[in-house]
């Protein structure tokens, strides 16, 4: 029996001793986890009063200064403040995190805006200079809208002036052509003057007369109202010369007539000089001047009427008489 | 005789006023915690420590059944861990929300820098 309560006691000490073990691997434990709390560096500047309170709940527990039945609530009560306090700290790091979180955002704000600001002056600035070359190119390219203006209107004038002067030189070519025409035409008449002159001269007959063998020269041999010879008529003149050199040995009379129009002086000049310029042709032609007498008869002796215009025609003549 | 009665009478209702005192007392700590988790449920504590509030709800429980066997200081234990407990849970909550609106903020400052780094490339 003896040794039974001895047991007994022994076994009481040993749950009693195991208990206090236990209490104090636990409050160890409670040491510990308040030791991690108030040594994170993380946690350092938070929580200051909680970590007091967890503090003071800590100490209290392991200084053995609770009751022993009010122990296991100390206990919990202490892990709780314990974390309660991490809790508190890491809400108030958060707090502080937000703060720098958001300063960093009033940063970046003000960055976007000072950069955002900045793109829009350089769009700005390359605006402008777009919005400048595109007025210089419009004005480039009116410029050279203009000179093409210009040219177009040059080519234009250049044209009418060419279609003028083409015209010009049309109407030109078309008058040298009349022209040419015309001298053509005044060639073949003047050819055919000479022609019909020199047939005249060629067929110019001879007649015997009171006065002698005489030749009579129509009016066509002078020009017109003149007492000059036709230039073709003295080229053809041969005829003339050779009647005369037929009879060398005789004198020979040279009379010029008129028609009746315009006065009688004017009629005795006209047919003096006609005469004398006969008898100067002669002479040229080898006739010896001192054989040719020539006379101005005006318009006294008419061989037909002076009323018509043939008759007119035959009345003006030279007679180149061969005297007896 | 008459001294008597009157110690009785006054006995009598020293006894109810402090049973009816401490009834009530009783009472009020339960429903004080009680309308601690009800209020934690409607703010949605609950989200940020949902195990926690599992543990509350059951020693809610043992604490009634604490009261009703009459273990005054198992129920007194009992509502002041529901109590300290709630004030993890109220305290998870906040971290929690805090933690959201770091979150969003550091995310903000996230894009605000590639925005930044965008427009500094363009500069």
Redesign the interface.
Known sequence: MKYIYLFLVSLLLSSMLQAKQSKEIEYASLQKDYNNLVTNLKYKPYAKSEKQAAKKSVEVLINGKVKR?AK??AL??AR??I??AR??A??EW??N??IL??N??LT??V??SK??S??AR?DAAIARMMLIAQQEESQRAKERADQAELIAQNSIQEAALSKKETEAAKRYAQAQTEQADLAKQEAEIAIEEIESLRRKLNSIATEQTDKGLMMTLGDFVFDSGKSSIKKEAVQNFSKVVQFINTYPNNNVRIEGHTDSTGSNQLNLKLSQLRADAVKNLLVKNGIQASQINAIGMGEELPIADNASNAGKAKNRRVEIIILK | MFKMKYILIFFTFFSVVFNVQAKTKKVDQIVVVQNLINQAYKLGYVDAAPLEMDFIEKKVIEAKTARDKRKKTIFNDLIEQIKVDLRIVKKRYEVNVLNKQLGIIQNDNLNAKKMLDELERQL
């Open positions: 039945k296991d609530l919990y009560v709780n403040n974390a309660y809790l508190v890491e809400a958060i707090e995190e937000i979180e958001k960093k955002s970046f704000e960055s976007i950069a955002e900045q793109i350089q």
